[in-house]
């Protein structure tokens, strides 16, 4: 499973503060909160689309925009970042527990 996990950069601007936290939440069990709307996620292709089903239910495409960035392979992309203040961490694999 962990060899076919994908890096992403998920970033989204909502209209409306409803929705908005919505999307957080959502975002919140895929990935890790890295800034306000800018969240950094390891997926597999099946957890890539059902993220993305879950964001479409919610968005108003009118006024909403939804960015998912691939990066790459996860275990195998090395991401270039450079951050300004707190420091930037890329997800590592780990166990989580349900």
Partial sequence: MAGNERLYIVTYDIGDQKRWRRVFKVMEAYGRWLQFSVFQCRLTP???????????????????????????????VDPRVESLGRPFESIKREAVVV
Avoid at 46 to 75: N, T
């Fill in 46 to 76: 099946r957890r890539r689309a059902a993220l993305g089903a879950r964001l479409d239910g919610i968005i108003k495409p009118s006024e909403d925009h939804v960015l998912i960035i691939d990066i790459g392979p996860a275990d195998a």
